[in-house]
């Protein structure tokens, strides 16, 4: 038949057709007859596509969990699980759940093999990678970083004092951000962006950040078309964003300085890298640093500023936590800028920034992974080899069956007062960084600068919230990331 003599009726009859072969499909498995879930759900990936479009799927997939049970369809072979056993099972640390494919879209490469900590699938491959870098990360390393988190610090202490002084309402998930990508510059290359000087998106960063995640986000659901779309943004001059020519030429700088024999070299994680690399050069590749330094960027940034946005926004709103965590600062006998040491033995401070992670993690999707040969129980259910599961963190963070019913409260007492049983239950279902051996590399770097700044802001300043905040819920996004919008706040220097 002719293109041109096929009529929109045909077409509504061929998609019919598509979707009612799907249905058909997804019979075969014994688990889509039974499994709950929005009806779009059992025959295509758009249910998820359109809540993804919406932003507020974390919310839409407790509630969903909440009126129809452990487990829900939210796509023909993607299944969300709620179910605190299931965790250690799909993503303990000898686990046979390998990632699933939507992880491919985040790979940035048209080369396949060129995968990074994130969007690497295999375990045995995940494990080699992370291996190589893994002791830039370590809790031995970041006393060396603490200098790069003292000197943002005091720049954004003064940026703060001018905004005191000036009396003007400015939004906080944004400078939070701002101090995130300069700490994070400082401890990958040595280097600040200079958002906190500029105070401003410097060449499109945080919106070319966004873009990204949601491009991935999206075509992760149709894998197929990401190789096409790299190929497209080749073509188009998008491939080269600011953050890889701003990395790799700052690896180049590190480079040269090694050649000239320095003593005293610095101990930025590129530096560190490029050392490695000299002394093994078969063991560390230019694209272990590239990725790693680029990875440091695209997720340290706003993970960290989430992190911080949620710890101000809920201290904010429960003044007696806020007065209880400042006597607690007033009490311990900091200096200045307190040391990471001295964070850590301030018990109150830690269950704040523990309760803000779990009431707020930075990502709001499932973390897909696929059953493996043999097919799995899960939650009392069996699923065959091949499909998706997958635990959302905005999901186990809510179940009052593990943090009470007080789970949607914002409390950071529910860390100090419960008995070692439950505590070691509410551990176990904690997983704002991830879970096992996928969790995030950069999760104590994004600790200590929080746990360095937060008792500062809270020492110096103080906060009001602008009135549509303070009569309602924040706004969120969530694009991966669930990010908060517009978080305007007014700031006043204590005396």
Known sequence: ????????????????????????????????????????????????????????????????????????RIAPNYYSISDSSALKTIYGHSTKFEKSTWYDAWTFSTDSSLTNLFSERKSKKHAESRKKVASMYSMTSLMAYEPFVDNCIEIFKQRLDESSKE?????????????????????????????????????????????????????????????????????????????????????????????????????????????????????????????TAGANVGAGSDTTAISLSSTLYHLLRTPLCLAKLRSEIQDSGIGSNPTFKETQAMPY??????????????????LFRVVPKGGAFLAGQFFPEGVNVGINSWVSHYDEDIYGPDAATFRPERWLETSKEQLKVMEQ????????????????????????????????????????????????????????IDFQVKVKKRA
């Open 429 to 484: 279902s904690f997983m704002p960084f991830g879970a096992g051996s996928r969790t995030c590399i950069g999760k104590n770097i994004s600790l200590l600068e929080m746990s360095k700044l937060i008792p500062v802001l809270v020492r110096d300043f103080d906060f009001e919230l602008s009135q549509n905040i303070e009569q309602a819920d924040w706004a969120t996004k969530a694009r991966w990331f669930v990010k908060p």
């Open 1 to 72: 038949m002719p293109l041109s003599s096929i009529s929109l009726v045909d077409l509504i009859y061929l998609g019919v057709a598509v979707l009612l072969i799907r249905f058909l499909i997804s019979l075969r498995n014994s688990a889509a007859l039974v499994i709950p879930g929005p009806a779009l759900a059992r025959v295509t990936n758009l249910w998820y596509l359109w809540q993804m479009k919406c932003g507020d799927f974390h919310y839409q997939n407790i509630k969903l969990h909440q009126k129809s049970g452990k487990i829900i």
């Open 349 to 366: 401070l830690q269950a704040v920034l523990k309760e803000a992670l779990r009431i707020h993690p930075g990502t709001g999707y499932p």
């Open 167 to 291: 009396g003007t309402w400015i939004d906080m998930a944004h400078w939070f951000q701002c101090y995130a990508f300069d700490v994070i510059g400082e401890i990958t290359f040595g280097s600040r962006f200079g958002f906190l000087e500029a105070g401003r998106d410097i060449e499109g960063m945080m919106k070319a950040l966004d873009t990204g995640f949601t491009v991935s986000s999206y075509i992760g659901l149709y894998v197929w078309m990401y190789p096409i779309f790299l190929r497209v943004s080749k073509l188009l001059g998008m491939d080269q964003t600011y953050i890889t020519k701003f990395s790799f030429r700052h690896i180049q700088k590190s480079k040269q300085t090694m050649k000239n024999h320095r003593v005293d070299l610095p101990s930025y994680i590129v530096m560190k890298l490029v050392q490695k690399q000299a002394q093994d050069p078969h063991g560390i590749s230019d694209w272990d640093i590239l990725t």
